[in-house]
């Protein structure tokens, strides 16, 4: 029996050494998404959080103005966006600017997220972003051979904190067989209020709704694979505290609201495929040889 109901997500104890036990399973596989608190201590949070915002000190927005929306998808045509997979890049909100150019609040209040490599290109999100615990966590959910596709800090800023649609990461880092798993670590706590993710439970059992497929120049089209509607309930939220890892199936819907509160909501996510599954060519996010894709316990060479 699983101990999770329709009033709410599965939520845990995290396991000292990650190993996720049998009821835990059981929840994570009916549910697709399982929220374990205090996956990691809040020293550590602070330290990611203190880490992101020197590497946003040292940006110039002036270099490029792309935005991040999943509702209005022109991103998708600009090169520093489809560029990014190999590199660490800026991403601010559709809002952050006024009329004459300018930022409309401080740059921390400005931006989207950091993405998509700091994993693999930053000391301080290199260590946090493997060890062990992941390493067995990802193992027990069924990844054979995890390797970490992209990172991303997010910041989810005050007040112009944008809205994330109903989506599956599977329709993005897609893979044959699907085998995305998103890893979303909370570096404030995140609520109702500041804008904390919902999830469809049940629902990754639903078909593939859309895939997001590069088809050269640099433009990329949404190929509809499954126009069902999502439910309209349940919708449940993801409250979680700083410190907690909210573990999600790729086909697992999820959204967030608008940040309209005047506390930000910061969150780090992974997002792991297995090495042994395809990776299609067409998928909007590419990297080169180096660095290598490498798994949760496999050191930077």
């Given at each position: ?8 997500l599965p939520v845990y104890k995290a396991p000292a050494d990650g190993r996720l036990s049998e009821p835990m399973l059981a929840?994570?596989?009916d549910a697709g998404v399982i929220v374990l608190e205090d996956f990691v201590p809040v020293s550590e949070c602070r330290a ?199 573990v999600f199936h790729g086909r697992a819907p999820h959204l967030s609201g608008a940040n309209h509160s005047g506390k930000s ?37």
């Open positions: 029996m699983c101990s999770w109901n329709r009033d709410s929840d994570y596989r990611l959080r203190e880490r992101a915002m020197l590497l946003l000190d040292a940006w110039d927005p002036a270099e490029v103005r792309t935005v991040f929306s999943t509702i209005d998808q022109a991103h998708l045509g600009h090169r520093y966006f489809i560029e990014s997979g190999d590199k660490i890049r800026f991403f601010l909100e559709a809002d952050a600017f006024s009329p004459d150019g300018t930022l409309r609040q401080a740059k921390v209040d400005s931006l989207n997220k950091i993405g998509h490599a700091l994993h693999d290109l930053d000391p301080v999100f290199e260590r946090f972003s493997h060890g062990p615990a992941l390493a067995r966590l990802a193992s027990d959910i069924g990844l054979a051979d995890p390797v970490i596709i992209q990172s991303m800090y997010i910041l989810k800023p005050p007040r112009i904190g944008s809205e994330v649609m109903c989506h599956q990461d599977s329709a993005y880092l897609y893979t044959e067989p699907e085998s995305c798993v998103g890893f979303w670590f909370a570096i404030d706590d995140a609520t109702t209020d500041n804008g904390c993710m919902y999830f469809i439970p049940g629902a990754h059992r639903m078909p593939l709704k859309q895939r997001s497929r590069h088809v050269g120049d640099g433009e990329f089209e949404t190929q509809i694979l499954d126009d069902e509607p999502w439910p309209d309930e349940p919708r449940l939220a993801a409250e979680a505290t700083a410190g907690s890892l909210v909501r910061h969150a780090y996510t992974l997002h792991a495929i297995d090495r042994n599954a395809r990776y299609p060519a067409d998928n909007w996010l590419q990297r080169g040889d180096h660095p290598p894709l490498r798994g949760f316990l496999q050191s930077c060479s």
